[in-house]
C-alpha cells in the first residue's frame, strides 16, 4: 500500500465539514437498501443468493466505516472467505458473486460523492477516501476469491476417486475382496441400494452457470454422504440423483433425511435391500420403485418394497404395460395435461389442493380434467378412471428415460 494510503487510514477523514463515513454509518437501513439492489441488479430473478446476503453487505459497510474513521483494514476476512465459499457450495459462478460485491462498493462510493467538497482540503481527504474504499474492495476480493477456490479444492473428489472403482464394481456385481482392500473398504455381506431422484432446480437466475449449479449439487450430495458415514460414500451420482450403496443398511432413513437437505430442491429416494452378489438387481428393482414414486408426485423416503409393491409390478415389462403407458399417449405432448393429472393423483383428487399446488385458479384445474377425460377416455375425477389413469402414469414414467 502506498504511504499516502496508509496515512489515510491512520487519520479520520472529513467532508463538507463533518465526518466522511457519516452516509455509511446507519449500516442496517444501509444493508438492506444494498440488498435490494443486488436483487435488482445482479440477481435479478427473486430473493438474492442465500440468506447471508444482507448480514455480508452490513459487514462490508462496517470495514469501509473503520476506515474512513481511521481505523486498520484487516489483513484477512474469515467471514467473508466463509461467505464465498458458501457461494461455492450452492453453485454460484464465481462472475457473479465478483459482480455483486463491485455493485456493494459502487453503492458505498455514490454514497460518500455525493457529499459537496467545498475546498482543497476536503478534495485531498476525498482522494483518501476512495483509495482507501478500493483497498477495503481489494481485500473483500482476495478474501471471496480465497473463500470460493478453498471451497472447490477441499471438495471430496480425491477421496471419491479412490472408491470409484468399487462403487462400479458392486454396481456391476464384479466385486472382488482384493479390489475392496485396494480402495481402502471392508464389503459387507448384504447392503441397502438407495435409488435417489433430485428435482431440477426451479430457479433460473442470470448469471448462474449450469455446469457449476450441477457440480455444487453433486457436491452438497457427496458431502451431506461423506459428513454422515465418515468416509467417502459408495455412490454413483450425479445432479439428477444417482445410486447410493449403505452396507448392512447403514443408517438408511437418515441418510436419505441428509440428501433432501443437501440437494435445496425437492429429494424421492426408494431402497431395496439386497446380498452383496444381487446388487445389480436390486438396482434395477430400487429405480423402478423411483419411477414410479416420481411418477407419483411423491417426494421423500425412502420408499420401500413393500409399501409400492403394486406401484412396482406395474412397471414390469410387457404387453400390460406398455397398453398402460399407451393410454397417456393423446395427452403426453400437452405438459400442463400431464402435470395437472400427476398433481390432482398425487392429493386425493382435490381440485382446490391442485389448483393451489399448480397456481392455477380451480376452473382451469376443471377444465384441463375434462380435456384429460376427452382425450384419454378416462376421468380423472371418477375413482375407476382415476385409477386408471394413476396406472398409466406409472407405466408411462417407467417407459420413458430412467429419472435417477
Request: proline share 6%.
Amino acid at each position: 500500500m502506498l504511504e499516502d494510503e496508509r496515512e489515510a487510514e491512520r487519520r479520520p477523514l472529513a467532508l463538507g465539514g463533518r465526518p466522511m463515513s457519516q452516509p455509511l454509518r446507519d449500516v442496517r437501513a444501509l444493508a438492506q437498501r444494498l440488498a435490494a439492489r443486488l436483487d435488482d441488479r445482479v440477481f435479478p430473478c427473486g430473493d438474492g443468493p442465500h440468506a447471508g446476503v444482507v448480514a455480508l453487505a452490513r459487514y462490508c459497510l462496517e470495514l469501509a466505516v473503520a476506515a474512513l474513521d481511521g481505523g486498520e483494514t484487516p489483513p484477512r476476512m474469515p467471514r467473508v472467505e466463509q461467505a464465498a465459499a458458501g457461494w461455492a457450495r450452492e453453485g454460484v459462478s464465481i462472475e457473479i458473486v465478483q459482480r455483486a460485491v463491485h455493485t456493494g462498493f459502487r453503492m458505498i462510493l455514490d454514497l460518500v460523492g455525493a457529499t459537496e467538497a467545498r475546498g482543497p482540503e476536503d478534495q485531498r481527504d476525498l482522494m483518501d477516501g476512495v483509495r482507501l474504499i478500493l483497498a477495503v474492495l481489494d481485500t473483500v476480493s482476495t478474501a471471496v476469491a480465497t473463500g470460493y477456490v478453498r471451497e472447490l479444492s477441499t471438495r471430496p473428489e480425491a477421496a471419491n476417486a479412490v472408491v470409484r472403482p468399487l462403487v462400479s464394481a458392486l454396481l456391476g456385481g464384479y466385486a472382488t475382496n482384493s479390489l475392496a482392500r485396494e480402495c481402502g473398504v471392508a464389503l459387507a455381506a448384504d447392503y441397502a441400494v438407495l435409488a435417489v431422484h433430485v428435482a431440477p432446480p426451479e430457479l433460473d437466475r442470470p448469471g448462474y452457470d449450469a455446469d457449476t449449479l450441477a457440480a455444487g449439487t453433486v457436491h452438497r450430495l457427496r458431502s451431506a454422504l461423506t459428513a454422515h458415514l465418515g468416509r467417502a460414500p459408495l455412490a454413483a451420482l450425479s445432479e439428477r440423483g444417482g445410486t447410493v450403496l449403505l452396507p448392512d443398511g447403514e443408517r438408511v432413513d437418515a441418510v436419505s433425511d441428509d440428501l433432501a437437505v443437501a440437494a435445496q430442491t425437492p429429494v424421492t429416494t426408494a431402497v431395496v435391500r439386497a446380498g452383496r452378489d444381487a446388487i445389480p438387481e436390486a438396482v434395477e428393482q430400487a429405480h423402478r420403485l423411483l419411477d414410479a414414486a416420481v411418477a407419483l408426485g411423491l417426494h421423500g423416503g425412502p420408499h420401500r418394497f413393500d409399501e409400492m409393491a403394486l406401484e412396482y409390478q406395474i412397471t414390469r415389462p410387457g404387453p400390460a404395460l406398455d397398453r398402460l403407458a399407451a393410454i397417456l399417449g393423446p395427452i403426453a405432448e400437452f405438459p400442463d395435461l400431464m402435470d395437472t393429472l400427476r398433481v390432482h393423483l398425487s392429493h386425493d383428487l382435490t381440485r382446490r389442493t391442485t389448483a393451489r399446488r399448480l397456481q392455477v385458479h380451480t376452473n382451469t384445474v376443471d377444465y384441463r380434467l375434462r380435456r384429460i377425460a376427452q382425450l384419454t377416455g378416462f376421468d380423472p375425477t371418477a375413482s375407476a378412471g382415476a385409477w386408471t389413469l394413476r396406472s398409466a402414469l406409472i407405466a408411462h414414467t417407467a417407459t420413458g428415460p430412467r429419472l435417477g
